[in-house]
């Protein structure tokens, strides 16, 4: 093996990944011979450090993961680099039956067309509806693990077609519906066409770009200015951010995107690693052409990789401060995306206020939070991912979705017309937050907290108390958790060795929204593969190799991989090193007014302090300008 010359650019283990680094990553592969002409990249991202190795500090390895996939055989590696070093540290070789298969990948996407234009089955279809093949954009999307012995260990996809009027037309508005095609992507031919009979193609314009679908512009709206005459409030230096009492650090990979690292209040760490670690987006109509419909973003596609590159003034308003980011491409160049994460801040009204009626005192303070964010369009929807700290130590996830509804020309008992003849099924949208927690340290445990009705009686004459349990979630077995609207359940991480002045533990509390949690039968494909999503929350003891809530490799994985591998060894999570993993989401009904383009809807978590102060941490804001409210 030919011997490559480490370089690596960076001073911190859990620094940004530099475009040297991954030139040498694919140079200490070339070397070993592992990319030849038919090997692409189907996944690149860190292969961070050990925590413990992290917050010991000294020089770090920098090691990067790398998935190979040779497209001409369908077989695929999993390897690790070392930067530092200049070596290969380790290639497994995938049993996709066993393993699932790699992401799929731009370089496969890009002959979809072809393959279904030389199908005779698929043209004959077309034929039948009267639809030139030119015309047809073909949307390929994973396949999906089902009763189909044949597909076993192959790498299959799935394709639907979507007609494209003009150079200028929104295909989504045009399903060719009735008609699906199983594509076995490595011989790249299509296995089968399944046509259950032609359904009229929708004529509604889904053009939301086009002056004449819009209508008159509102010009009654006058300019927003954001000005910050004295510059923004934080730093940013090699990835680390400072701003107010917080101190973290920021990251990226093509996988889950934005993450935050070592992030602290003070000099107190409360959170050492925060990401959504998956999402899946299952979908409820059960036709026969549709009901394999399940997309894992973040495992299947690697979403990230597509992030958008924002621009001032419409993805971000104020004082910005922009964050490239760099992934690998197909091939294994680097690849930068230019203004990748926003960074600015933002006034978020009243942060405390009292008007006195003893002493004639009258205060009040503004909120304002720091934004961290990136914006990524995935096939038909685009995803926000925006990350707010709050002044008072309070911590928020807020996730938008917008973009296109996927379409079916079928509207019926699993659809909602949006447009006429034209569907948009059920279907949710179910992240998972891995917050890998520190509060005030690592000997950390996790109580769930809900309200309790007091029956009136001995004690409770008048019928008005109402009290709260704790519930100490011991073992892994046992933390596996639903959320509970209806008594306030929430979630407090306190750290077991550490108290307060009051001396009760310091905690912050994970508040969830509370929404639906996967609604698939439990005896599905999809929630043997996403079951993750069946819960609301999960514990885990922190172990380096438990990164992502569906297992390493999604992508036609059967099932039973990620969070229920992990918790089957239900260890002991009392006063240990514990991480949260939180599935939280959207349950969409869509509605005319989403089409032909979908206003953002919101979904996320809090985490809020809770007894981690010994009293109001926002004290130290000062009034608002030198001379006061005006």
């Not at 043997?528 to 003891?541: E, H």
Request: aromatic residues 10%; charged residues 25%.
């Amino acid at each position: 093996m030919t011997a490559v010359q480490p370089r690596t650019a960076t001073g911190h283990p859990l620094g940004m990944t530099t475009e040297t680094e991954v030139s040498v990553v694919r140079e200490v592969l070339d070397a070993a011979g592992l990319l030849t002409e038919h090997v692409r990249y189907a996944f690149f991202a860190p292969e961070e450090p050990p925590k413990d190795e992290v917050l010991a500090g000294g020089p770090a390895d920098r090691r990067f993961r790398a998935v190979l996939l040779d497209l001409s055989t369908g077989r695929s590696w999993d390897t690790v680099v070392s930067v530092t070093a200049g070596e290969l540290v380790s290639s497994r070789e995938l049993e996709p039956a066993r393993d699932g298969q790699p992401p799929i990948i731009d370089s496969e996407f890009e002959f979809i067309e072809d393959v279904l234009n030389a199908s005779p089955d698929w043209l004959a279809a077309l034929e039948k509806r009267g639809i030139e093949p030119a015309t047809v954009r073909a949307v390929p999307l994973s396949a999906g693990v089902y009763d189909y012995p044949e597909e076993t260990g192959r790498r299959m996809a799935r394709a639907f077609g979507f007609r494209q009027d003009h150079e200028a037309d929104h295909a989504w508005a045009h399903p060719v519906d009735g008609l699906v095609a199983y594509i076995d992507l490595t011989a790249r031919t299509v296995d089968r066409v399944i046509d259950t009979g032609v359904v009229p193609v929708p004529a509604t314009s889904g053009n939301f770009d086009d002056p004449a679908v819009q209508g008159p512009p509102l010009d009654s709206l006058r300019p927003i200015e954001i000005t910050q005459p004295e510059g923004r409030s934080f730093t940013v230096d090699d990835g680390r951010v400072r701003w107010g009492n917080w101190d973290l650090r920021i990251g990226f990979n093509e996988r889950e995107g934005l993450t935050l690292h070592q992030i602290a209040f003070g000099d107190r760490p409360i959170c050492y690693r925060a990401s959504v670690a998956e999402m899946v987006v299952p979908y409820a109509d059960p036709a026969p052409v549709r009901f394999w419909q399940n997309y894992f973003d973040c495992g299947e596609y690697m979403f990230a990789r597509y992030a958008d590159s924002l621009q001032l003034g419409c993805d971000c308003l104020g004082d910005i401060h922009y964050v490239d980011a760099t992934i690998a491409d197909d091939l294994g160049n680097p690849k930068t995306i230019r203004n990748a994460i926003c960074m600015h801040e933002e006034d978020y009204g009243v942060l405390w206020k009292h008007t006195d009626i003893f002493t004639g005192s009258r205060e009040v303070r503004r909120q304002r939070r720091l934004v961290i964010s990136f914006f990524t369009p995935i096939g038909n929807y685009d995803y926000g991912f925006y990350w707010y700290l709050y002044l008072d130590g309070t911590i928020e996830l807020e996730c938008k979705a917008t973009g296109i509804v996927f379409t079916s020309g079928t509207p019926g008992e699993y659809a909602t017309e949006v447009a006429p003849g034209l569907g948009a099924p059920y279907h949710q949208h179910l992240f998972s937050a891995r917050l890998d927690m520190t509060v005030d340290g690592l000997a950390n445990a996790v109580e769930e907290v809900e309200a309790v009705r007091v029956p009136m009686g001995e004690g409770n004459p008048h019928g008005n108390a109402f009290g709260r349990s704790a519930t100490r979630l011991t073992r892994e077995s046992a933390a596996a958790r639903d959320a509970s609207p209806d008594t306030g359940r929430v979630w407090h991480v306190v750290n077991t060795e550490k108290t307060n002045g009051l001396g009760r533990p310091v905690g912050y509390v994970l508040h969830p929204l509370g929404q639906p949690t996967l609604l698939a039968d439990e005896a599905s494909s999809i929630h043997a593969r996403a079951t993750f999503a069946s819960k609301a929350l999960w514990v885990t003891r922190y172990d380096p190799a438990e990164r992502y809530s569906a297992g390493d490799f999604v992508n036609q994985n059967p099932g039973g991989a990620g969070l229920p591998a992990y918790v089957a060894a239900d260890r002991e999570i009392d006063g240990q090193d514990v991480v949260l993993w939180h599935t939280f989401g959207l349950t969409h009904f869509p509605r005319p007014e989403d089409w032909p383009v979908m206003p953002v809807d919101y979904t996320g978590f809090t985490l809020k302090p809770a007894g981690f102060f010994d009293r109001n941490p926002a004290l130290d804001v000062p009034a608002a300008g030198t001379k006061g409210c005006h």
